[in-house]
């Protein structure tokens, strides 16, 4: 990472980016009314939905999709287009691979729950290098690399993957000339059809049924550790290119191509970056901002331009859990076993460094970024971790006076076959084409988190005033969103200081809720001396899933002497515990619930102390993909590779974006 940049032209950045977004964000106080329905700032023509609501719905979707748009999707058997992906999240049944030889479709799948929202993100890197190598009249169609790119070299996708895990990325020269003039000319064709796909998809009727999003794939992975960013953009009014990791190889990079190809070089152009997969980067996506620039400043100024750029993040999908990892150096906080389940690493693995040289998975020493991340080797960083990186964020603050990671959390699923949001764990079909056979989709890969390892991946969700463009990404703006495992669950924490005691029981809990407090995403501040921080948390099962087994509250803070910590609390539910799976049913002995609720007063409460909480949501165990899909089969006919070592059971979850406490002045 660079420990210098053009000041001038952060500022110049920061101050666009800042001032455009903090006046489409908006907020709500601790003495607020409930947020008007009618308070959408339009920024596209359309009409109102009918299903307005003051307090807000709960909608979901994925936010993360690949099509054979992407290089490493249609080179390996995928076939369908974002024009597919959409008709496949809107409930209609699309094919998957394989294909018969007469190119028909023998298998197809469909969603059994339409989803509200979606955006197709293919990878941005390779338009062009597609748009040539697939066009038979292309000067470029027999040049070596296109023969990679085609499936029709013996090195498969390794030419391309290894631009993106440089740290000086170039273009093919046979493929797109000496300046690479010619691959970017030609990724416009597949970033305008990505665009019409988006928009022809887009109700824009006042049922408000379905909500697409243009956007796509920043896919860097230096020193192959995990640096991928999706950019969503709030309309159709995008840059005339996507810009990729090629063109501008860090993050501030990007940033500031978005400000200045967007959000100045556009009129009301509009965009935020999703960074995903941070359990797989090493250290390399979210790295301290003391160490990282040579003066306070400089990184106040860019850890500010980070929290307008990057609100979200995607906290778990097909790649792991993002949320949390036990034993991370220099946090303390009890062993939590829900850190443990679809975590992609694990300290000891045996693995070969860059220089073929044994080494063994351990975590990062302060401050330092490893490699080969994101093919589940490197070193573990506590940055590369949800919880661990918002106490970062603070011990930031302390330092340099912003807090560098004030980040809320979606999640997605990042399929590869256009199945957007294809969670189901007993009839999920993997993630890549090749994937879509049982028996392939169980082999235990030690490259890649591909089958085994892999999961269905999660959904995001919103609150928000209506499922319209402008309403759900000013909800991603305010970080009044969550993310799932899978299941729709829909949980919700606001913070305060004087909740009523039976607010539970309340007809209007959220009009409560946003009356008395501030939602998931905000900042708790004043409170009257002694007093304690109420977090009024709930969530209602997916009906159509396992009933809730309970709610946590997950502190963070930083004590006076500096010390980072974390805290676990059980805050409702925690007696239906006891319970057991059947691994023949996935039947559930247990208790469950299908609503929980409570205010939660903080005990260790120390107004002194820097500190975010959030809300996980933990549904009663449920049979893991790679059990549920073998059980199904009667025994004589399952694959030798359902015996695994797999756990044979999960609990699905929610987890809602976090509150922030600031001490005063």
Partial sequence: ????????????????????????????????????????????????????????????????????????????????????????????????????????????????????????????????????????QSPAHHAGACKFLRGEGGEGLSPFIRIVISENPQRATDICGGDGSDCLEASISLWQATQDMAEEAYDRTSACRFTTFVGYEYTGTPRSNNYHRNVIFRNGRVPERAISYIESPTDIDLWQQLTEQCLEGVEGCDALAIPHNSNLSSGAMFPSYISRFESSGAAREVAKLRNAMEPVMEVFQHKGNSECFNGLPNILGAEDELCEQEQARRV??????????????????????????????????????????????????????????????????????????????????????????????????????????????????????????????????RKEVFGTTGTRIQPRLFAGWSF?????????????????????????????????????????QDPRAAQLQKLQVIKGWVGRDGQ???????????????????????????????????????????????????????????????????????PGERPDACDNDAPKTIQEMAWTSPVWYLPPD
């Fill in 1 to 136: 990472m660079p420990k210098k940049f053009a000041a001038a032209a952060l500022s110049m950045c920061l101050a666009c980016a800042c001032a455009q977004q903090a006046a489409r964000a908006g907020g709500m106080g601790a003495d607020a009314e409930p947020p008007d329905a009618s308070l959408v700032s339009y920024t596209e023509d359309r009409e109102a939905c009918i299903d307005r609501s003051a307090s807000r719905n709960a909608y979901f979707g994925d936010l993360h999709i690949h099509t054979a748009y992407s290089y490493d999707a249609r080179p390996l058997g995928t076939r369908t287009t974002p024009a597919d992906a959409y008709r496949f999240a809107r409930g209609e049944a699309i094919p998957i691979p394989p294909y018969a030889e007469d190119g028909s479709a023998l298998m197809t799948q469909q969603l059994e729950r339409p989803l509200d929202f979606a955006a197709v993100t293919d990878h941005s890197e390779f338009f062009g290098e597609m748009t040539l190598c697939f066009d038979e």
């Fill in 348 to 477: 000891g693995r045996e693995a070969l460094s860059f220089n073929g040289e044994p080494t063994v998975v351990r975590f990062c020493e302060e401050g330092e970024i490893g490699s080969r991340g994101f093919a589940r080797f490197g070193c573990i960083s506590r940055n590369d971790f949800f919880r661990s990186v918002l106490l970062t964020g603070l011990q930031d603050q302390a330092v340099i006076g912003v807090n560098s990671y004030k980040m809320g959390v979606i999640a997605s699923t990042d399929g590869h076959i256009s199945t957007a949001g294809g969670t189901d764990e007993q009839h999920w079909h993997g993630h890549l084409a090749p994937e879509t056979d049982l028996e392939t989709r169980l082999s235990d890969r030690q490259s890649s988190p591909f089958g085994l390892s892999a999961n269905p991946g999660g959904l995001a969700g919103v609150w928000a005033v209506e499922n319209s463009r402008d309403a759900i990404f000013e909800s991603l703006r």
């Fill in 500 to 540: 009523a005691d039976n607010a539970c029981a309340l007809d209007g809990k959220a009009a409560h809720g946003y009356a008395r407090g501030v939602p998931m995403g905000g900042e708790l501040s004043g409170g009257l001396a002694g007093a304690a921080p109420q977090l009024f948390a709930s969530a209602i």
């Fill in 564 to 634: 980072a910590r974390y805290k676990v609390f059980d805050v409702a539910g925690q007696e239906n515990s006891a319970g057991e799976v059947d691994l023949r049913t996935g039947a559930w002995s247990g208790a469950g619930s299908a609503e929980l609720c409570a205010v939660f007063e903080d005990p260790e409460f120390d107004p002194a102390e820097a500190s975010y909480y959030y809300l996980r949501a933990v549904e009663v165990p449920t049979l893991r993909w790679s059990w549920a899909q073998c059980v199904a089969l009667p």
